[in-house]
């Protein structure tokens, strides 16, 4: 649990949603590209595409949202303008005076206009929020589906934090781009658009003076981006040193302990933190500059206009309300122009995000099923490796040519020192992985003749990771055998010796195990999972080091457990303690991955090689001597 | 969030000046609108003449005016003007502004205190609006301004004539009837004709009108870009402060926080477990950098806007307040019906994700599980409801929170509107302008935005204060574990003789001991195992001889002194501590086992490899000693980082060596070799070892048997098979008869 807690929080923050105060962050914090941004939009857009209608709709109501958004200032203009020249001629003593009218008139059309636009905005987004929880929905199926289909291999080079990484942040990227991004994009080009037009239609002159604000504000905001870029990365480099430092530290906090390492650790410490200091406060600065320069810029602008607008209106060239709509164009033109250029880095978030989504959904699934399945085999549990050829990386094989012949009820102890690669032959034995060549038959069957799921019937597993879900002791045990009558659970449960335990726990079998199982024993967890194995009621049972992490007092339960689950049935033992080994019918030993020799005990002592040495060096020297009596 | 306000206070200066910043920037902020509303007002309607009291007027002009002036008044006004005829000594410098002195006398303004006598520049200015109205009135028929009743002008006369020629008395009986009919227009009516009338007197005197009007909005729009500027400067000099504040004080509690942990002992790291403390030390660090410059530019900023705008606003128009205040709750109103729709859903959202999240970590963990027992199915239909909760969930949030925008542009506008309407009114009725109404509008809109980033901060201040509520209470830790005021010193010749006198241990909270009275003696020159089951508190046992914990009970005694009676540093000078799970720092393997001693030489750094076994997968990496090793030593299995651990201890050369079960990712054939390498070369050395395999601790000399905090069996391995019941349970376990014989 807390490893998979460090890999969330090792992940670099993903772009620039959590946006600081100042503005901007987004930009600064360039985010990742996407390695292939076409083709991933195009699968993008293809998920999309069963939404065509739906989605259409949301365009043109958000286009046409914010087209009458844009109308508004012009029309209010007319206000203005009616006011200004009614007070004038009233000033003058000339004309009417104000006509009430047609301002009342001219309101009320107004805000039927916004009344629209908010109804046509509000329909979009319920429309897209719809459409964006329906594709969030259906990756998150994908990628469920997926990770049952996948080969084993593949979780090899792909940690879970990744895979878990991607059906949370990386769907909510996508989907938060759907629900609010997509259509910003529509409204802010809409807006731009319309706001260009508009602004032409009052004067030319002055919308060519606010165009030429933007170059000058873009280039500006270049600058201080380019700038505060290189400190963000430094701030960015030296928040991981620090956390790099904290954790080293504190993970290993007894051994800087113990080697009077405070003082080091203190001095390096404020070393980094200095220079987190300069960096962020310089970032952060810089950053927090952006709001005032576009602010400012914007001032300018404004002031420009008011200054244009007015020498315009003197001359009769425009009104009044004119310069009025005029500026709230120009302040309505450079926010969709700054949102635009965040909305391009936020979708390359997403493209990037999209594409590990995708990735993960067209990997490569686990080798076909056969097309005629052997179907109604009576099984007995007899197990044949023929010449058996294999390396989890073709280049490099690790079992070299293994054969062996495992006859019904016998008992496999399979040993070797740690990372000899013993579970490997488990793994091909389940079609985890399939062998480069050879075979391995399973009743007369190659096991690539069985359906997964058939061959799997066959097997039972405890390991000795105790691996048990979030869910009751019950529905753990019946996890063996989903469509298994009480009865037979609790038959089970008494052989795998729970029915002794679970009594004593709170609410008995219909305790739910916590999220981390940490409320129930180590020794009751492997019970629990012996328990289910039984259930399962296997031909073949896989053990792999089910007793190493418990005490000696749980472990006499545990193997008397054992005991019952292994009668009559092909069994194979991983196991470290010799004492386990010793009674098997047939000993595998393992050393660097390759199966290096077999026998049982007594042949095997008698050939004095890696086995009698393995087994010798657990006694030490004073024992050989013993040894030799056996 | 209080409690470390003590870290701002050094930086009070700061704040206060990025206060008066804001102001700054809040002022400036305002005043432009006022600018803008003063081009349309002055610039455009007035054509740039600021006031009614005429800086020039002709003679002939003023005649005329003066006859809507009773004697008084037109000799007070008088009093200011200086009559300019081609005579006067300074005619040639007047010339040029007024051309038209040319052809007859003007009078000019030289005395400007009359700006301060209100009651005359309104007098003077009805009589410039009667004027006018009398001179257009007269043609156009002009109902407010036609003359008093009784009177009738003949067509085509003038009507100026005819004035001069009525008796005083009827002409100032006409006066006051007119006063009161002008009077109900109010004073900013009359305000606004009496400017055009200036303005047409100064067109007269052959004043350049034009450039008035430009000069105006130039130098108003100068004023502009100046208070743009100024407020640009404001915000970045307070945004430059904010960050140097908000970073300090984020280094400052990072330092703080850091050297406080390090000097945390075991209990304290249990208490706040390690990954909350890397959390509070780096992330709850960050969010407060944070809030802190959002408080200085966001949350200082907004009242000082939003009060200065409510100021602005109602020296524009005092009735419209209420529009504002409208606005202000239909707002506050409807951002707090979303957010109690949607605030429970939040929380129920992130119950959901991580019930998402469960699940799916489930699935991954148990990959082969699940596929060995054909569950595929059932672990598909678990994700899919978590899934499809998720999404529900998500959806409903969703589609609230997407009114929000839409809505409160709709008020907004809304807002606008109704102040357009109710300013309409009051333009009609000339107590407002409509540049001021257009102000106005900013005004509201200013006003509004602060009380939605009031809002905001409502939002941020909680989650930060809980970082801060974090941080804090690591700061407020007190050490359980600390240094003697007057330290002890261990003996000349340190032996390293460890005895346990009693010693019982109990973790904090804890409702039983984990240690109850052991007493031993571990010798120098021996070795002394210990065992039990998992949980028997033998690590707690190893745990105390470097003071990790503190014994509750009894003592723990190094040659004879208590360890509490020394520094930490002293006595962990004498110990060599090889953890459980070898823990190795980021560098080469050279800087990890230099960790012990910074001056070990190559060859001490060899030998120590070479002793614990570690030389042979040293020397097959290519870089041998410099072997990178990344950081928490990913890059190395565990064996081969025990038995690094291992050389470094070495590398200290202690009198104490303590083991904890550091030798169990060993296959047997290195961990045997390794003891009888470190047998030979530590003979004088006191080794405590914890182990879980018997055959690791056989030979020594004596054996400690824990079984539940209790000191169970103490002896050889041959005693205790004989006397210690517990002794040959677990080493029945692993050993089968014939070995144990």
Not at chain 2, 181 to 209: C, F, N, R, W
Not at chain 2, 300 to 324: L, N, Q, T
């Amino acid at each position: 649990m807390s490893q998979d807690n460090q890999t969330t929080r090792r992940q670099p923050p993903r772009g620039g949603r959590h946006g600081g105060p100042g503005g901007g962050p987004g930009i600064m914090a360039g985010g990742e590209k996407p390695k292939n941004f076409k083709a991933t939009l195009r699968k993008l857009v293809k998920e999309l595409s069963q939404f065509k209608v739906r989605i259409i709709m949301v365009f043109i109501f958000a286009a046409l949202s914010a087209f009458l958004m844009i109308l508004g200032p012009k029309i209010l203009g007319n206000i203005t303008t009616e006011l200004f020249e009614g007070l004038m001629n009233k000033i003058r003593g000339t004309g009417e005076g104000i006509n009430f009218d047609s301002i009342k008139q001219t309101i009320l059309f107004l805000l039927g206009l916004y009344v629209g636009s908010t109804l046509l905005a509000y329909t979009q987004g319920w429309i897209m929020s719809g459409v964006s929880a329906k594709i969030t929905y259906r990756l998150r199926e994908q990628i469920s589906l997926k990770i049952n289909n996948l080969p084993l291999k593949y979780f090899d080079k792909t940690s879970q934090g990744e895979v878990l990484s991607r059906v949370t942040n990386d769907v909510d990227t996508i989907s938060r781009t759907l629900n609010q991004s997509l259509t910003q994009m529509i409204t802010s080009l809409t807006t731009v658009i319309g706001v260009i037009f508009m602004m032409f239609s009052i004067s030319w002159q002055m919308t060519l003076v606010a165009l030429l604000i933007l170059p000058l504000s873009a280039s500006l905001i270049a600058l201080v981006v380019k700038q505060s870029q290189k400190y963000f990365k430094k701030q960015q480099d030296y928040l991981g040193h620090v956390n790099g430092h904290v954790e080293e530290m504190y993970g290993g906090h007894v051994v800087v302990k113990a080697f009077n390492g405070e003082a080091d650790s203190i001095k390096k410490f404020n070393g980094i933190n200095d220079v987190l200091y300069d960096s962020a406060w310089k970032s952060q600065f810089l950053s927090g500059m952006m709001m005032p320069i576009m602010m400012f810029v914007g001032n300018i602008g404004y002031v420009l206009i008011s200054i244009l607008g007015g020498w315009f209106a003197v001359k009769r060239i425009i009104t009044v309300g004119d310069i009025q709509a005029f500026i709230v164009y120009v302040r309505q033109f450079t926010q969709p122009v700054a949102q635009i250029a965040n909305i391009m880095n936020i979708f390359q978030q997403t493209a990037a995000a999209a594409e590990r989504v995708f990735e993960f959904i067209e990997e490569d699934e686990e080798v076909a099923e056969t097309h005629n399945p052997v179907k109604n085999v009576e099984h007995n549990g007899n197990v044949e490796f023929k010449h058996v050829q294999f390396g989890y990386d073709p280049e490099k094989i690790i079992i070299k040519d293994f054969s062996c012949q495992v006859n019904k009820g016998h008992n496999i102890a399979i040993v070797g020192p740690t990372g000899a690669g013993k579970t490997t032959m488990v793994k091909l034995l389940m079609r985890f992985y399939d062998v480069n060549s050879g075979e391995i038959l399973l009743d007369g069957h190659n096991i690539k003749d069985y359906s997964r799921y058939d061959l799997r019937e066959n097997f039972g597993m405890v390991l000795q990771d105790t691996w048990l879900y979030n869910g009751s002791i019950w529905d753990n045990i019946k996890y063996g055998r989903l469509d298994a009558t009480d009865e037979e659970v609790l038959a089970a449960a008494k052989a795998a010796h729970v029915d002794a335990f679970v009594h004593m726990l709170p609410d008995g079998y219909d305790l739910l195990l916590n999220e981390e199982t940490t409320n129930v024993s180590q020794g009751q967890k492997q019970l629990i999972t012996i328990a289910r194995a039984i259930l399962a009621d296997p031909k073949v049972l896989i053990l792999d080091e089910a007793t190493s992490s418990v005490d000696t007092r749980t472990e006499v339960q545990i193997q008397k457990a054992m005991a019952n689950l292994m009668k009559n049935r092909t069994s194979f033992v991983i196991a470290h303690r010799l004492s386990t080994i010793r009674d098997a019918d047939l000993i595998l030993v393992m050393n660097e991955g390759d199966i290096v020799e077999q026998g049982n005990h007594k042949e095997l002592l008698e050939r004095d090689g890696f086995y009698a040495e393995l087994y010798k060096s657990q006694f030490e020297e004073d024992f050989v001597e013993t040894e030799g009596l056996i | 969030m209080l409690k470390l306000i003590g870290y701002l206070k050094p930086y009070t200066v700061f704040i206060l000046v990025a206060i008066a910043l804001l102001f700054v920037q809040a002022l400036t902020e305002l005043a432009l609108p006022d600018y803008m509303s003063r081009i349309v007002n002055v610039g455009i309607q007035q054509g740039g003449v600021e006031d009614a009291i005429p800086q020039a007027i002709s003679q002939e002009t003023f005649n005329d005016v003066s006859l809507f002036l009773s004697r008084e008044h037109k000799e007070a006004i008088l009093g200011y003007y200086e009559l300019i005829t081609q005579e006067s000594s300074n005619y040639r410098e007047y010339l040029e502004r007024y051309p038209a002195l040319e052809t007859e006398p003007v009078y000019v303004l030289v005395n400007d205190t009359i700006e301060n006598n209100e009651e005359l520049k309104l007098t003077f200015g009805k009589a410039l609006m009667a004027y006018s109205g009398v001179k257009t009135g007269g043609g156009q028929g002009n109902e407010n301004f036609s003359p008093p009743s009784g009177i009738t002008i003949p067509e085509g006369a003038d009507p100026f004539k005819i004035m001069r020629l009525l008796p005083e008395s009827i002409r100032l009986q006409m006066l006051s009837d007119m006063d009161k009919m002008v009077d109900v227009l109010g004073e900013s009516m009359i305000k606004q004709s009496a400017v055009l009338v200036v303005k047409e007197e100064y067109q007269k005197l052959g004043m350049d009108t034009d450039s008035i009007q430009s000069r105006y909005v130039f130098r108003i729009g100068l004023m502009m870009v100046l208070m743009a500027l100024l407020s640009t400067a404001a915000t970045i000099m307070v945004a430059f402060i904010a960050s140097k504040i908000a970073a300090a004080v984020a280094r400052n509690l990072r330092k703080d926080v850091f050297t406080k942990i390090e000097n945390f002992s075991n209990v304290e790291f249990a208490k706040f477990s390690t990954a909350s403390l890397i959390t509070r030390t780096t992330n709850d660090i960050t969010q407060i950098q944070l809030v802190i410059v959002m408080i200085i530019r966001m949350v200082f900023y907004a009242p000082i806007m939003g009060v200065g705008g409510v100021f602005r606003a109602i020296e524009k128009s005092v009735s419209m307040s209420w529009i504002i205040a409208l606005a202000v709750i239909i707002l506050l109103g409807m951002i707090g019906i979303v957010f109690a729709i949607a605030l429970p859903k939040f929380k129920k959202i992130q119950k959901l994700i991580d019930r998402l999240n469960l699940v799916t970590r489930e699935n991954l963990s148990g990959l082969m599980v699940v596929r060995a027992f054909n569950t595929q199915k059932f672990e598909e239909k678990r994700f899919r409801e978590a899934n499809e909760d998720v999404t529900k969930t998500n959806l409903f949030v969703n589609r609230v929170m997407v009114s929000m925008m839409p809505i409160m542009m709709l008020v907004m506008n809304g807002i606008v509107l109704l102040i357009v309407w109710v300013g309409a009114k009051q333009i009609a009725e000339s107590s407002l302008q409509v540049g001021d109404m257009m102000a106005y509008i900013q005004y509201a809109m200013q006003i509004i935005i602060s009380f939605l980033m009031l809002t905001m901060i409502f939002i941020f201040i909680p989650r930060a204060s809980v970082s801060a509520n974090r941080v804090h209470e690591v700061l407020k830790v007190d050490p359980e574990i600390t240094d003697p005021d007057n330290p002890k010193q261990f003996p000349k010749d340190f032996k390293g003789e460890v005895e346990f006198r009693n010693v019982c241990y109990r973790f904090p909270g804890a409702e039983e001991n984990i240690l109850n009275h052991i007493s031993f003696t571990a010798k120098p020159g021996e070795t002394t195992a210990i065992i039990g089951s998992t949980g028997s508190g033998k690590s707690t046992l190893l745990n105390m001889i470097p003071r990790f914990y503190d014994v509750c009970d009894g003592q723990v005694l190094l040659d004879g002194v208590d360890i509490r009676e020394v520094r930490q540093h002293d006595l962990r000078d004498h110990i060599g501590y090889v953890p459980q799970k070898g823990v190795l720092f980021s560098g080469t393997i050279e800087s990890n086992l230099k960790y012990a001693d910074d001056d070990a030489t190559l060859d001490e750094i060899k030998k120590a490899a070479e002793i614990a076994q570690a030389t042979e997968f040293i020397e097959t990496n290519e870089e041998k000693y410099q072997t990178p090793i990344s950081q928490g030593g990913i890059n190395v299995s565990g064996g081969q980082k025990q038995r690094l651990s291992i050389a470094r201890a070495l590398l200290k050369r202690p009198e104490i060596f303590l083991f904890d079960d550091s030798f169990s990712a060993l296959d047997f054939k290195t961990d045997a070799a390794l003891r009888r390498k470190l047998k030979q070369e530590t003979g004088k050395s006191t080794m405590i070892i914890v182990g879980q395999r018997i055959a690791t601790i056989k030979n020594a000399e004596q054996i400690l048997v824990l079984d539940e905090g209790k000191l169970v069996g103490k002896g050889r391995h041959d005693e205790l098979m004989k006397t210690c019941q517990t002794y040959q349970e677990i080493a029945r376990s692993q050993l089968s008869e014939e070995e144990l014989s």
